[in-house]
């Protein structure tokens, strides 16, 4: 149905950003007098806590030369789930525009993101309770109740988002139970949701080189008086932006046949307005032979050796780059009033 792969890794940036956030965790073995016995890192890996309690508690006895238990402390992270986040949703047209054109002159852009609420269970795994609380310190005065990091999601776009991180809740739990010889295990629960967002596709799309307003009042059945506007001030504008096309032309001199370098757009056709000729008003494209190296004019022109010519008029309505704004009528407060219907 949807048919345009795409792939912004956006789940894997995700995953590596917040595991990024823990990975500096340091602890020490302290004496009682505040000697420091030992110091380190601790461990960080992408997976299950089951996992390693398993590993303690299957092999609890691995202590030979040869082989040896997990290492404690340890942490470990996971995504547990995500969901839509209604609340952040932007208008869906909204278009975020690449800061360099494409190869055939076009720009991409990418519309809206759909914003999603990340889970992450954060495990802190720990045999005493000291280096347990060490840790557990160096994380919470981060959250208060959430952290933010800028990301680029997407790495051909320019867009920087900012992603808080929210500190859920915290849960602890000591298993002291059972005989001497069983490990005790302490693990400290974080639950984090992280407020990210997934882009589509990246688009292309033509850029609008030239913009052409017309204010007019139209004649015919049903159309305003110029009695009718003086008294009532009545302004019909009629906006129309249209895409224009660049052509290098070759000199002319007082002639309504102009020849060009290069075969021009395959949009210009006859009917269009003809900007940068020095004549007034602007001239229309009357013929264009087929290998459209040249054209003919409505009206003869002079001008130099590559000058660039502007042909506007030529509007596909699929084009998305051309926008058309609404008729707007308004009268200001004279004694004769007339509504819309008025008009032709």
Not at 283 to 296: A, C, H, K, Q, W
Not at 308 to 320: C, E, M, N
Request: charged share 20%; with cysteine; glycine share 6%.
């Amino acid at each position: 149905m949807f048919g345009t792969y795409f792939y912004n890794e956006t789940i894997k940036r995700c995953v590596s950003v917040f595991g990024t956030l823990f990975n500096n965790i340091q602890y020490k073995r302290v004496k009682a007098d505040g000697t420091v016995l030992t110091t380190g890192i601790v461990p960080i890996s992408y997976g299950p806590a089951q996992k390693f309690l398993e590993r303690l508690q299957e092999e609890p006895d691995l202590n030979d030369n040869n082989r040896s238990a997990i290492s404690l402390p340890r942490m470990a992270f996971e995504i547990t789930g995500f969901e839509y986040d209604a609340q952040r949703q932007q208008n869906k047209l909204i278009r975020s525009v690449k800061n360099q054109y494409e190869s055939d002159g076009s720009r991409g852009f990418q519309y809206a993101p759909a914003p999603y609420n990340l889970n992450f269970t954060l495990s802190i795994i720990t045999k005493n309770m000291s280096e347990a609380l060490q840790i557990v310190e160096q994380i919470l005065p981060y959250f208060q109740p959430e952290y933010t990091v800028t990301m680029k999601i997407v790495d051909s776009m320019p867009d920087h988002r900012d992603v808080p991180i929210v500190l859920q809740s915290v849960a602890m739990s000591d298993d002291y139970e059972g005989g001497f010889e069983d490990r005790r295990i302490i693990e400290y629960t974080l639950d984090f949701q992280m407020k990210t967002y997934f882009f589509g596709p990246i688009y292309t799309g033509n850029l609008i080189k030239n913009v052409v307003e017309r204010d007019y009042v139209s004649a015919g059945n049903g159309s305003f008086t110029s009695t009718q506007i003086n008294n009532a001030g009545l302004v019909k504008e009629v906006k129309h932006y249209e895409p224009a096309f660049d052509a290098f032309a070759n000199a002319v001199n007082n002639s309504t046949t102009v020849t060009f370098k290069s075969a021009i757009n395959s949009k210009i056709s006859e009917g269009d307005e003809v900007f940068n000729t020095g004549v007034t008003p602007n001239p229309t494209v009357s013929n264009i032979p087929e290998n459209r190296l040249s054209l003919t004019l409505s009206n003869a022109i002079t001008i130099p050796n590559n000058t660039t010519l502007k042909f506007v008029g030529s509007v596909d309505p699929g084009d998305s780059f051309v926008v058309a704004e609404n008729v707007t009528f308004y009268d200001d407060e004279a004694v004769f009033n007339y509504s819309e219907e008025d008009n032709s």
